[in-house]
């Protein structure tokens, strides 16, 4: 969930040069510009990325030209490690100390970043940036994710969102569904095992635990605490009310009666692909399945929406992202930040969302047609209702996180295939978060 993946360029990057450098041109830069003709020396600046991909990482550069342009008084150099070991190059220079200025940050490398002293705090930037006031909600709270403190400035958001067959929906002539009961229902309608036809795409394999976690949150409605999301606002678990009981007994039913069987199995890969099929009718992913799906299907034949909500009318999504940050120990702070603040601007990354498949960090891009009414208007939708549609940190910073990604599957499968009770699941994970919580 919190790895970004990369979809194709949905940008001419050659049409982008002009308006990028366009876009950089404030006073401050003339003022940088200005200096360096008056004979003072160049500033390099070092940068590394973390999630490259060819495309991205061209428009990267094409974006860091239009910067240099912009400030002819600063030069950048793009390190671009292989994506398998760009966060141990990052880690070992950062060890080194070597010239590093602005660096890929990362939701599941900032704790560590900051804990080691790696990361300048952004917030003395940030406090007088114009395009602050801009940001969404999900963005300012991935950036504060640490300390409420701004370490990071995210470049994208990432979130799920509903997909659904509108052949297949208006076949049957359903609405598209607002609430998990509804889908539920939708889905017995689109079920039909004897054709080889189900409502749902269930995810019962490697990464089951975030749709548990997800269900038994909106079940828990408004009570969610943002900030530590297997808890409560009043410091119990999730998992200990009578809505998890509920949400598991319902989650229980959309495999049962309206996914195929073997889905109690399924990863990332067969739910895109029971999708695109034609298998299954919804299927609840992130922004990265948009390219897969367009690219396998017809306009008319899918559509996107916001997700279904609980019996409270509130939904939950967990927060990933990954963005620029500063080094602790850079020796042209103000110069970093100028880059920081180039690539943040609403033109930039509204840019570099189209290309890199993310969710822009502004609220202006909702304005902009490609995010208004194509597959990632409901992101935008839900951007703007932050009460209804609540974005959640990870809770990747409990030691036991790993084994709760484990038992979510495990543990999961024997819920599903009827060998313990809803009952008895939710506290068997209620005692787990809070042993985890005691520090157990």
Not at 118 to 135: C, F, I, M, N, Q
Not at 216 to 237: A, L, R, T
Not at 352 to 374: L, N, Q, R
């Amino acid at each position: 969930m919190t790895k970004f993946r990369k979809a194709a360029s949905l940008v001419t990057i050659p049409v982008l040069v002009s308006m990028l450098a366009a876009c950089g041109n404030s006073g401050n830069d003339k003022e940088a510009g200005a200096s360096a003709s008056g004979g003072q020396e160049k500033v390099k600046l070092t940068m590394i990325e973390s999630l490259s991909s060819p495309k991205r990482t061209e428009f990267l550069k094409q974006t860091i030209k239009a910067f240099e342009t912009a400030n002819p008084g600063i030069t950048v150099e793009l390190i671009t490690p292989p994506l398998e070991s760009a966060d141990n190059k990052i880690n070992a220079m950062f060890s080194a100390k070597q010239d590093l200025d602005v660096v890929e940050v990362r939701d599941i490398t900032v704790s560590q970043f900051v804990n080691n002293k790696y990361l300048e705090s952004l917030e003395p930037y940030v406090s007088k940036w114009a395009d602050y006031g801009t940001l969404t909600a999900s963005a300012l709270t991935m950036a504060k994710d640490v300390d409420d403190t701004a370490y990071y400035v995210p470049y994208g958001i990432y979130q799920r969102e509903l997909f659904y067959r509108k052949d297949l929906f208006a076949a049957k002539g359903i609405e598209v569904p607002k609430t998990w009961e509804e889908l539920y229902e939708a889905g017995k309608k689109l079920t039909d095992p004897a054709a080889g036809k189900y409502g749902y795409s269930f995810r019962g394999g490697a990464g089951a635990e975030q749709y548990v976690t997800q269900i038994v949150q909106d079940y828990n409605g408004s009570n969610v605490n943002p900030k530590d999301s297997v808890f409560n606002k009043d410091g119990s678990s999730i998992f200990s009310t009578p809505g998890a009981v509920q949400a598991l007994e319902l989650y229980k039913k959309i495999y049962k009666e309206v996914s195929p069987p073997d889905s109690a199995s399924w990863a990332f890969s067969e739910q895109v692909q029971g999708f695109t099929s034609g298998t299954t009718a919804m299927l609840i992913q992130d922004p990265d399945t948009i390219e897969t799906v367009a690219s396998s299907l017809d306009a008319s034949q899918w559509g996107t929406a916001p997700l279904p909500t609980g019996p409270d009318g509130v939904s939950h999504f967990v927060l990933g992202s990954a963005g620029w940050g500063m080094t602790s120990y850079s020796k042209h702070k103000d110069e970093a930040w100028k880059l920081i603040e180039f690539l943040s601007s609403p033109e930039q990354n509204l840019a570099f969302a189209k290309t890199s498949g993310v969710i822009p960090i502004h609220t202006t891009a909702g304005s902009d047609e490609f995010f208004k009414t194509g597959a990632y208007a409901p992101y935008i939708e839900m951007g703007k209702q932050p009460e209804k549609y609540v974005g959640v940190k990870p809770f990747t910073n409990y030691q036991g996180y790993a084994q709760y990604k484990q038992a979510g599957t495990e543990k999961g499968q024997a819920f599903l295939l009827g060998r313990t009770s809803a009952a008895d699941l939710a506290k068997e994970f209620d005692e787990f978060w809070k042993k985890q919580k005691a520090g157990q």
